[in-house]
């Protein structure tokens, strides 16, 4: 059936006239070693002008690594880690691909590239089993930015423990010169435990195949490409990223924060398809290649614009970009006034925090109220419980939260108005009344009163529910 349709598609869709000499003899081309690189690299353009014949070798391997802070995973990878390693070959090229399967892995593996064309993209002469190696070759037909995967079954199993990346073919020109390349590939986990849920999490069938992930991420951990792992540019630079989806499930609504494609080759093919573009679709098994310029000092947030798999699932990078302001082009904040129009009460909004539902141990409360504070807290109050000046009130060594637990009780369950002094500064806001259990309140504030040099009693539940 499939087979049939897949043909009828075939014959549908007008044939690609292929540049590509298939007389010339392989066995004269010119032998080339690539060196795949590592996410956020990618390997340099081949500038070649003429066909070569590539060895690209890459090692199945099982290995438990980290997925979130606290959190660990038993992937499966290509080369050792998520992605796997960025291919470039050129249009034309003949390629000698090798899949080595370590002695230590539990399952047989292969690959399946989007750019072979040829049963199974290569899955069928790839196929190998744990302590072998198998070998295939074919020509690079088709020049575009292509995922690969592993599709050993349960495919979609091989898929979601990690085993996917990308492969460049460069049309024969290669691409335009720009100061950057960067390789980023968004995928999904689907752990036991839910998100942020601490030690090694197995594999999920049932969360798969609902497509309900823990966590949406890029380069394959949650803060993989954040902090001092964000990628660098400087102002007046041109940047290229190559852009993967390896799925297993969602398709990516891929966006920069405080930046515009100039241009994007729509799903990974070599026209620029649409410039001035501020998301881009990516669909799972796809890619794009978007570029743009980087004019002013900032920190770019590359995201999934379904913006909750950015904020609380994982799925955001950062592009830091150092150089001279220009006020030309943006002037950072010029006023900062207080506005509090009339009535402005206390609102109230749903809390997202997730805690496990039994905590009674003063770590176990720690730990879940933790959790609740980085969801429900850290917006406002920051990761640090620093606070902001004039704003947010610290919770660092807070008087205000340490002399009186009945009123930190209140605050967090009722919400908070009115001047109040913090450690002798004065603030006056409105902290809405966030909806949280009983439970997680205790947690939170077990948390925030013994962190960051805080030291107070446990809060319990029981705490909490005398607080009326
Ligand atoms: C939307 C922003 C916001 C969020 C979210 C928020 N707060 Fe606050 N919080 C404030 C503001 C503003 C004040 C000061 C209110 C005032 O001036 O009366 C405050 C005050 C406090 C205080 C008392 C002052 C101090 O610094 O000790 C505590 C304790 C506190 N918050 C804890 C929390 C905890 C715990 C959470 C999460 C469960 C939380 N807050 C979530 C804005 C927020
Ligand atoms: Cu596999």
């Not at 302590?131 to 979601?160: D, E, K």
Request: aromatic residues 10%; glycine residues 10%.
């Amino acid at each position: 059936m499939i087979y049939a349709f897949l043909f009828l598609l075939a014959m549908l869709t007008p044939g690609q006239a292929s540049a590509v000499d298939l007389n010339i003899d392989i066995t004269k081309l010119p032998v080339i070693e690539t060196t795949p690189t590592y996410a956020p690299n990618v390997p340099p353009p081949t500038n070649r002008k003429t066909p070569a014949r590539i060895k690209v070798s890459i090692e199945t391997k099982e290995l438990r690594g980290r997925l979130a802070d606290g959190v660990d995973y038993t992937f499966w990878t290509f080369g050792g880690t998520v992605p796997g390693p960025m291919i470039r070959v050129r249009h034309g090229d003949y390629v000698d691909f090798t899949l080595k399967n370590h002695p230590s892995s539990k399952m047989p593996h292969n690959i399946d590239l989007h750019a072979v064309t040829g049963q199974g993209g290569g899955a069928e002469g790839s196929f190998t089993t744990p302590g072998h190696s198998s070998t295939f070759s074919f020509r690079a037909l088709n020049p575009g930015l292509y995922v690969y995967h592993c599709a050993t079954a349960p495919v979609g199993m091989h898929i979601a423990n990690g085993m996917y990346g990308m492969i460049l073919v460069e049309p024969e020109a290669g691409f335009p010169k720009v100061d950057r390349e960067f390789y980023v590939v968004q995928s999904e986990f689907y752990p036991k435990g839910k998100n942020g849920a601490k030690g090694l999490q197995p594999f999920d069938m049932e969360k798969a195949v609902k497509e309900q992930p823990e966590y949406v991420v890029f380069n394959g951990a949650v803060g993989a490409m954040n902090g001092d792992k964000a990628i660098n540019a400087k102002v007046g630079e041109t940047v290229r990223i190559f852009f993967g989806n390896g799925g297993p499930n969602l398709v990516s609504s891929f966006h920069v924060i405080g930046e515009v494609f100039d241009k994007v080759y729509g799903e990974g093919g070599i026209k620029v398809s649409q410039e001035q573009v501020q998301t881009t679709l990516v669909p799972a098994g796809g890619s794009a290649i978007v570029e743009f310029k980087v004019e002013v000092p900032s920190t770019l947030i590359l995201v999934d614009h379904s913006i909750f798999r950015a904020f609380n699932k994982g799925a955001l990078g950062m592009l830091k970009v150092e150089g001279p302001a220009n006020a030309k082009i943006y002037t950072g904040k010029t006023v900062d006034a207080i506005y509090l129009p009339e009535g402005g009460a206390i609102q109230s909004i749903a809390s997202t925090a997730a805690a496990p539902k039994v905590t009674n141990t003063f770590e176990e409360r720690f730990a879940a109220g933790k959790s609740v504070y980085l969801n429900a807290c850290a917006a406002c109050h920051q990761a640090g419980g620093e606070g902001i000046a004039g704003a947010f009130p610290p919770l660092v060594k807070s008087d205000f939260l340490l002399a009186n637990r009945t009123r930190a009780i209140e605050t967090v369950k009722k919400g908070l108005s009115g001047p109040i002094k913090v450690n002798g500064v004065a603030f006056d806001g409105v902290m809405p009344a966030l909806g949280l259990s009983d439970e997680d309140i205790a947690n939170v504030l077990t948390f925030v009163s013994n962190s960051w040099g805080n030291k107070a009693k446990m809060f319990t539940t029981s705490d909490v529910k005398k607080v009326k």
